[in-house]
């Protein structure tokens, strides 16, 4: 099932595997710290055992993962993202065994749980791995992905290309892990930052030749405003892929004027599905196509539904969202020219005023073309005669009164938006507009 996954990186030899600071590891060094792992765990946790590790992206934490994976437990990787919901997400999961990095050694603490739940015992029926990753929650209450790990390593035994990628999502979001993944599996190099703020992966992309970023929209806006491009090397960036939210065209237009050089491509994934295969139409164009032999999709009333070999098993404190035919609702709406898609947003944020439709991408990105506005995030309020109006919360590198710059906007976006679009009120705050995930929090 993943055994081709270890003889690739036996095979990767003396090659770089993981760069974490100044520290490089090979794939040698890798698998023998796996073995190492593999032997303090053998005899404390069998197939199926539930196991929660936490810690970011480390040589450490790549190779518990693999020895987690190889004695095919259920893992629950767990950042310091969410360090705030560890005893929430480990009790939803009922978690059996904690695993911790300590030194030289690993550190066990045996929860007392028994976990249960109909999901886990099909995995263990079958023999194969688990994963379990949670919702940002930004919606409500996070919901846990129960994942079939050995289907998700399936699709990247057909080899690809080996490349320098630079790692940001983390391990307990599914582009972290697909990331991991298609590395480990094409004997590629992964660079792990200290740090995601943008100088430091500015810094890390000039110093370790880094090909590949994958990152998000929200990250790629702070990167245009830090300077950092101007004041690094970042001539080896090849590709840079973003995802898990609407891109902003007006985002998209400055990184294309700031990295000429670099092919820009749009991604899409859910951890409900996994991570599609896409191809954008340009560097310059939101239009993309998604799919790949293990996805099959469809547009049901405008709304992208996917069916996937790699959906997950379940929510293990939800219900079942597939139809009966297997296909997921993305709650994505989507316009089609052809074999192409854009995203438009999300169905739960669309703001409708007074029967109007306003998807809050497109005044974002207006907003964001103003001078002086660092960043945006735009959503529905309820107004008694429309239904709803446009609101934005905005940070700011001036000293603008909310006034002030209500009244440059209005005029500014007027000759942009349609009225209706245009926000109604206007708030403006000194705080991140993004949660830990670098996704903009959008506030209903």
């Not at 990247?156 to 298609?182: C, T, W």
């Not at 892929?241 to 998209?252: I, N």
């Not at 005023?353 to 907003?367: C, I, M, N, T």
Request: charged share 25%; glycine share 8%; hydrophobic share 40%.
């Amino acid at each position: 099932m993943s055994d081709f996954l270890f003889q690739r990186l036996a095979n990767g030899g003396e090659g770089t595997a993981v760069v974490h600071g100044d520290r490089s590891t090979s794939h040698r060094e890798l698998l023998a710290r796996t073995n190492e792992f593999c032997d303090q765990l053998d005899g404390k946790v069998g197939a199926g055992t539930v196991v929660s590790f936490s810690g970011d992206y480390s040589v450490d934490a790549v190779a518990l993962f693999l020895a987690l994976l190889r004695l095919r437990t259920i893992i629950v990787p767990l950042s310091s993202d969410s360090r705030a919901h560890f005893d929430e997400y480990r009790e939803i999961a009922e978690v059996e065994l904690q695993v911790e990095v300590n030194g030289e050694t690993l550190a066990l603490n045996v929860t007392g749980r028994e976990a249960s739940a109909e999901l886990y015992q099909r995995l263990r029926a079958s023999g194969s791995p688990g994963l379990v990753l949670f919702s940002s929650g930004s919606t409500g209450k996070s919901k846990a992905i129960v994942q079939d790990l050995g289907r998700l390593i399936e699709k990247f035994e057909k080899p690809g290309k080996a490349q320098r990628m630079l790692i940001f999502l983390q391990l307990d979001h599914i582009g972290g892990v697909n990331s991991l993944l298609y590395s480990l599996a094409n004997a590629g190099t992964l660079v792990t930052p200290l740090s995601r703020a943008p100088d430091a992966i500015a810094a890390a992309v000039e110093k370790h030749r880094v090909e590949l970023l994958p990152t998000s929209p929200t990250f790629l806006n702070l990167l245009l405003l830090s300077g950092a491009i101007e004041h690094h090397d970042l001539s080896s960036l090849k590709l840079v892929t973003y995802g898990t939210e609407p891109m902003q065209a007006s985002t998209l237009e400055r990184l294309g004027k700031a990295l000429p050089h670099v092919r820009l491509q749009q991604t899409y994934g859910l951890s409900e599905v996994g991570i599609l295969r896409s191809r954008s139409r340009g560097s310059d164009s939101l239009w993309m196509q998604v799919g790949g032999d293990e996805f099959e999709t469809k547009i049901q009333n405008g709304t992208l539904w996917i069916r996937s070999r790699s959906a997950m098993l379940g929510y293990l404190n939800a219900p079942d969202p597939f139809d009966e035919e297997g296909f997921l609702d993305t709650g994505d709406i989507v316009e089609q020219d052809g074999d192409w898609i854009r995203i438009l947003g999300r169905e739960s944020e669309i703001i409708n005023v007074g029967g109007q439709k306003v998807y809050p991408a497109e005044v974002e990105s207006a907003l964001l073309e103003l001078d002086d506005v660092t960043d945006a995030v735009v959503y529905g309020e309820a107004n008694p005669i429309t239904g709803q109006h446009v609101k934005t919360t905005v940070t700011l590198s001036s000293t603008e009164s909310a006034g002030e710059f209500k009244t440059r906007m209005r005029r500014a976006l007027s000759e942009r938006l349609q009225s209706y679009k245009v926000p109604a009120r206007v708030a403006l705050t000194d705080e991140a507009l993004f949660n830990e995930r670098f996704k903009r929090m959008r506030r209903r």
